[in-house]
């Protein structure tokens, strides 16, 4: 050896030929900043061949395991230092490997062996080691910074090492060992659903050690996974004492909260929500003023003078951000002795609300509001099939009373129906997009299965709702706007470059112009009303929803482009919505003269939170509905339903079923017996010998073929293309399309992966 190694008698113990040790190439590559494996070599003195490949070998370990970084080619290596470490959080597949997510870089992907210190939703401090060949950025975890959470719900199970509880989707690659001890205490059968707190938390030579605290055997499916959810999503779904004793020490308003408060009480004020609403956080009156100009009052329940600035109440309304929504279950933002009590607007009682009180002119443009806190009296509990139905007859007896019976509630729901009409024409004009898409809910059977899934219908009544809820909520953003108020908006972006080039492509189709950048509402609204009367509009449409971009909630306004709002804000659900209950705040200490609430967070760093916690609970709510749906397919393997082409991929084709509104994919290698590819412009596979094609808005027919519970998937064989829709009726000439993404042979061909 020509080198100084202080491990060197190390090294000639393990090795017949030994090359440098660890530390001496670390302590070598610092001396020169950055070397490559020829200039290590040649500071080293080796010339020998297979000493030289071996000092290869050292260093690409070296990379793996995060002590040197490597750019360039040939590579160039250097050490790791603290600059080089970032921190992000976890995010597992369910097939063993995962990513730290990072906000200002590409993720780091992690392999199998990394994962096995972490769970999902771990905040991990890591290194970016080396790119592979599929140009992912592998990343090695330095350290853990914090657990997102110490107890999971898994299945009890057994092998040759003892107990364990294995976990579902997606910590699956983290079983978690318990004691015989443990399991006989508690008299637990292998496969039943538990819950286990973390003893020790697991390295890369050993799981975790847990203690199961509960036994889950007496829930049903739909419980459990929301259960598990809850957790895997770190959503908190129990209140603190401290939180609980402050909802419950309030009680029925009282001359002394009245004071100070416009009286509505003799106001003919309804709530109208859907038929399972509990909580009624917004009320609506509506009469003509002269010259056939409108007044408009939307009263919003006035949370904030339950939940004080800093309270205990407000301490966990921030922390959850949101109420979360699962089928037949919510997990409330507040105690429900407010969510469903004193902060909901029911019939004949009293409420303290902040009011929006509006003027419309009579061609739907709004000349004035204001904003005071109230006491009000609902007259009614509606429903929106209700108000649907005494629209299309009002002499229909099903029809309540508290609505055909009271000549003041019906001349405002009237009244309303009327501006409706005026607002859908202000709508219009502004070119705010109306996206043809289905909405769906679960009905349960007696049991908890799944008896059918519904979609959500949206007449005149629901619609009429929500425009005078865009009518406070734009209201109230210009208020803030105007008083500098310390406020979050909603904002929603307009496309970015990539986005709208997406679309450009795909709008030719109808032989319709689109900007490749810097689309406008209008551009958008033209593509939508040429496609809306479709048979495949749904698909369409869902397709340019996917190009938006996704709305969140920071200090600075930037307009709703979705909406077509230079200004927006929301003010109308400050029981389940935190940037509500703070716009609330705001407003009311401006207009009764007092000092702005000084809270325990920056604005941005809760516009970050409650921007989170909304996709905290969007990915929650999805996660459930999916699971939900796939445990209801497994009933159904080897059945066959009619479908419709949703979305079109380089792998196969996504199809919804017609009548379940359940999505599954149709891998290439099952789209049929011909050579296809994958045209990204057109959103077509096209068959390179037979001339087959499939697209959007196709119509087939489909078998199940398989539910894979970890990964969500439902797999479909496609058996038969019943319809095709007018883009892909037409044989393309392939000869002219662009190079293809991807490619596969059909059946026979490719195999999935």
């Known amino acids: 050896m020509s080198w100084n190694d202080p491990n060197a008698s190390a090294e000639a113990q393990k090795y017949d030929n030994p090359i440098p040790s660890r530390e001496l190439i670390l302590s070598t590559i610092t001396e020169q900043g950055e ?71 590409p993720d780091l992907f992690l392999h199998e062996k990394q994962m096995r210190w972490v769970f999902n939703g771990d905040t991990v401090a890591a290194v970016a080691t080396s790119t592979d060949n599929r140009g992912r950025t592998e990343g090695r975890i330095v350290d853990v910074v914090e657990r997102q959470q110490n107890q999971f719900i898994g299945t009890l199970a057994r092998d040759e090492d003892g107990y364990c509880v294995e976990l579902g989707s997606p910590n699956n690659h983290q079983p978690i060992t318990v004691t ?4 006989n205490a508690l008299n637990i059968k292998q496969g039943a659903p538990v819950k286990v707190d973390i003893i020790d938390w697991p390295n890369q030579h050993e799981f975790s050690t847990g203690k199961i605290t509960k036994v889950l055997d007496d829930e049903n499916d739909r419980e459990l996974i929301i259960e598990t959810t809850l957790l895997n999503y770190d959503i908190p779904s129990e209140f603190s004492e401290a939180t609980l004793k402050q909802a419950n020490d309030y009680k029925e308003p009282t001359e002394k909260d009245l004071k100070g408060r416009t009286d509505l009480r003799d106001l003919p004020l309804v709530t109208i929500d859907g038929e399972d609403a509990r909580d009624f956080d917004d009320a609506v009156f509506a009469e003509k003023r002269s010259g056939g100009n409108y007044r408009v009052v939307v009263a919003i329940a006035d949370v904030s003078h339950y939940v004080t ?46 009011v929006a009180d509006i003027k419309v002119s009579r061609a739907g443009k709004v000349t004035g509001y204001e904003f005071y806190p109230a006491v009000i009296h609902s007259q009614a509990r509606l429903t929106y099939n209700q108000v649907n139905d005494y629209f299309a007859n009002p002499k229909d007896d099903s029809i309540p ?52 899934i519904v979609p959500r219908t949206r007449g005149d009544a629901h619609k009429l709702i929500e425009e005078c809820m865009l009518l406070a909520n734009t209201c109230a953003a210009n208020f803030a706007l ?41 551009d958008y609204q033209r593509i939508i009303e040429a496609t809306k009367d479709r048979p495949d509009a749904i698909s369409v449409h869902s397709m340019l929803l996917r190009s938006m971009m996704q709305a969140n909630y920071a200090p600075d306004n930037i307009g709703h482009f979705g909406l077509a709002y230079d200004e927006y804000s929301h003010f109308t659900s400050p029981i389940r919505r935190y940037p509500d209950l703070m716009l609330h705040r705001a407003i009311k200490a401006k207009v009764t003269g007092s000092k702005q609430p000084v809270m325990d967070f920056s604005l941005d760093g809760a516009g970050t939170q409650t921007s989170d916690t909304e996709r905290r609970a969007e990915k929650a709510s999805r996660y ?63 068959g390179k010998d037979k001339g087959g094609l499939f697209g959007l808005g196709d119509t087939v027919k489909v078998k199940v073929a398989g539910v894979n519970m970890d990964l969500l998937q439902i797999d479909f064989d496609l058996t038969a293309k019943l319809k095709a829709s007018a883009m892909n009726q037409t044989k393309k000439d392939n000869s002219k399309k662009a190079p293809a993404k991807k490619s596969s042979r059909g059946k026979g061909g490719n195999k999935k992966s």
């Open 401 to 452: 009373k508290s609505l055909t019976g009271n000549k003041d509630v019906k001349k405002s729901i009237d009244t309303l129906h009327q501006l409706y009409d005026l607002l859908i024409q202000k709508r219009e004009e502004r070119h705010a997009m109306e996206f043809e898409t289905v909405e769906t809910y679960i009905k349960f059977n007696e049991t908890g299965g799944i008896a059918a």
């Open 482 to 522: 105007k008083e500098e108020l310390p406020v979050l908006y909603r904002n929603h972006d307009k496309p970015d470059g990539e986005k709208s080039m997406r679309v450009h492509e795909y709008a030719k189709n109808f032989g319709l112009s689109f900007p490749e950048e810097n689309p406008t509402q209008a």
């Open 624 to 686: 459930v509905e999916s699971w939900l749906k796939c445990h209801y397919m497994t009933d159904h393997v080897g059945e066959e339903f009619e479908g419709v082409v949703t979305s079109v991929t380089s792998f196969g084709l996504f199809v919804t079923l017609t009548d379940l509104y359940i999505d599954g994919l149709v891998h290439i290698s099952n789209v049929g017996d011909d050579f296809f590819v994958y045209d990204e412009k057109q959103q077509q596979l096209i």
């Open 309 to 354: 600035p800093n309270s205990p109440l407000d301490v966990e309304a921030f922390e959850r951000g949101t109420s979360v929504y699962f089928p037949h279950r919510v997990i409330p933002m507040l105690p429900e002795v407010l969510s469903n009590g004193l902060c909901s607007l029911n019939p004949d009682v009293d409420r303290l609300c902040m």
């Open 180 to 183: 015989d001890d443990n399991v």
């Open 35 to 105: 070397a490559t494996h020829q200039q290590l070599a040649k500071a080293f003195g080796i010339e020998d061949p297979d000493q030289f490949d071996a000092l290869g070998n050292r260093l690409k370990a070296m990379a793996r395991d995060g002590q040197v970084n490597r750019d360039g080619r040939p590579y160039r290596y250097r050490t790791v230092t603290q600059h080089d470490v970032v921190e992000g959080t976890v995010s597992a597949h369910a097939k063993g490997f995962g990513f730290v997510l990072l906000s200002d870089m």
